[in-house]
């Protein structure tokens, strides 16, 4: 059975990256949730995704150069009417809403234009703390970044990102010692990508699927997850039987 994780929350209906976001997810019986996490000047993880906090809130700058309190002033609406004063969300604030589910929670490491040095292990303390270890799945387009979490976390808990279309990604993954890949959707064109994927051991979780018809064909091939801004909606073309 395909899983359908809510992409920075169900972020077709509330503000990405945001606790209403989270909540919808949990409320639209999502499977999981995808949330991207980087680090303010002072040191304290946060969900956001862009490196600016410029598209998503109502004030400017880069969130490497911002305090969590400057963060915490602005509001992160993001234009959705019927929503104000939203907070960004730290990484740990993200985890106790998730604690009680039983959603995965996918933590992309947002850190391939700033580079947040050191994050992979505060990222595993706070989840660790959290008891969630094996809730949790570690991605980032960064694979350096990951190299770093190979010795912290178990190889299922890590899935490498990668948005080209690579050839035989599987042998990489397994190369690498990840137990995923997390590829974008348009790239799975090699003929029986998600077969040879699992014969090779590796699960498959794709992005951004939002058209009911990419989400079926895409669950029909067996992928293991199907990542989307539509998690009420994609999960019903799902799991609509015969479709
Ligand atoms: O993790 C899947 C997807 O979120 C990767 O792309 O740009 O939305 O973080 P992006
Ligand atoms: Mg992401």
Known sequence: ???IWAHRGACAYAPENTIPAFQLAIDMAADGVELDVQRTADGHLVIIHDETI????????????????????CDFTNGFVGRRNLKIPTLNEALELFRPTNLTVNIELKNSVELYPGMELEVVKAVSAMGMDDQVLYSSFNHFSLA????LVAPENLALL?????LDPWSYANWFGAGAINPDYRTLQQPGFVWLAHEAGIKVNTWIVNKD?????????????????FPDRVGDAVRRPGF
């Open 148 to 151: 770093e979490l190979r010795g």
């Open 1 to 3: 059975m395909t899983a």
């Open 54 to 73: 410029n598209r998503t809130s109502n004030g400017v700058g880069k969130v490497v150069d911002l305090t969590l309190e400057e963060l915490r002033r």
């Open 162 to 166: 990668l948005t080209d279309g690579l």
């Open 213 to 229: 018809e990419d989400a079926q064909r895409l669950a029909e091939s067996g992928v293991d997850a199907i990542i989307t801004n």
